[in-house]
């Protein structure tokens, strides 16, 4: 946990100007994105072991 | 949990090794699922925000960044752990649990005023969700003063609240007395219901009913058996 803090605590978004429509879809999509080793992540995989927490941050400001 | 962002594959590497994160860092390159779940900055980069999926992929929570300095807050994150992982306040969804999406068997009982003096009533209602507002089913009720039986049916506009566990009902009765006084009976409901796990519901029911040329007043304490939906 400490460590998944230290992900968003050093998150600072400075002159925020959000670009695209505020999402409204009920659904998440059934996305499967390339994870830092290399490996894709499927949203469905990780939902068969139960509710998902996505924490969007950004790297670079 | 998963954690994404815009970065690259190494430049997640070398954060992850940095601060030993044990759980993945997944790079959406072309911000196609932050523009679906969060959004997209000026500046061409995530919106971040905290999205809860349940397991049925419908998201039950989404808090996104609204400010200059706005941030994923470690409180914020920790809460929608407890959530997600139903340790603290009403699970979303052990189980896939989601009592909005369930069909309800409700037995209700109750008293009011009929057309002749107080009256105690019951009744017995299948309701099958149409989607996330609406709700219909058949329904037999009972009154001990003026129709033994009636056989009919409900539809209702549902307002699910508090992370779809309860919900306020208003619906519209259509019903027939086959027993005298034969009639029929028409009639509008009021329910709040709450689901205290993902087997069985508690409702409050106040109903005013047009039976027979004159009208009824009544309400109801009941408990619901729910049951997954076939379709």
């Not at chain 2, 940095?18 to 779940?37: C, E, T």
């Not at chain 2, 905290?50 to 809460?79: H, N, P, Y």
Request: glycine letters at 10%; aromatic letters at 6%.
């Amino acid at each position: 946990m400490r460590s998944a803090l230290l992900v968003v605590s050093s998150g600072c978004v400075t002159a925020l100007h959000v670009t695209t429509p505020a999402p409204t879809a009920a659904e998440a999509p059934a996305f499967a994105l390339p994870a830092q080793d290399g490996h894709r992540v499927a949203l469905a995989d990780e939902l068969a072991h139960g509710p998902v927490v996505l924490v969007f941050y950004r790297g670079f400001w | 949990m998963l954690a994404i962002s815009g970065d690259s594959a190494e430049d997640s590497r070398t954060f992850a090794e940095r601060y030993q994160l044990p759980f993945p860092l997944l790079g959406d390159a072309d911000l196609a699922v932050s523009r679906a779940l969060t959004g997209v900055t000026s500046d061409g980069n995530t919106l971040p925000g905290i999205v809860i999926v349940r397991g049925d992929r419908r998201i039950v929570e989404r808090r996104l960044a609204t400010a200059k300095d706005d941030r994923v807050s470690t409180a914020g994150l920790v809460e929608a752990l407890d959530r997600a992982l139903g340790t603290h306040g009403p699970a979303i969804a052990d189980d896939q649990f989601g009592a909005i999406d369930r069909i309800q068997i409700r037995l209700d009982a109750g008293g009011g005023h009929a057309p002749g003096g107080p009256t105690g009533v019951a009744s017995l209602t299948a309701l099958a969700p149409l989607g996330r507002f609406v709700v219909v089913g058949p329904r037999a009720s009972f009154d001990l003063r003026d129709a033994p039986v009636a056989l009919g049916g409900e539809l209702a506009l549902r307002l699910p609240f508090a992370n779809d566990i309860a919900a306020l009902e208003l619906g519209g009765i259509a019903e027939y007395a086959p027993i005298a006084p034969r009639g029929a009976i028409v009639g509008g409901t009021a329910v709040l219901w709450f689901a205290w796990s993902p087997e069985w519901s508690l409702e409050l029911t106040l109903e005013v009913d047009r039976e027979v040329g004159a009208s009824r007043v009544t309400g109801a304490f009941g408990v619901a058996r729910m049951f997954e939906t076939p379709w």
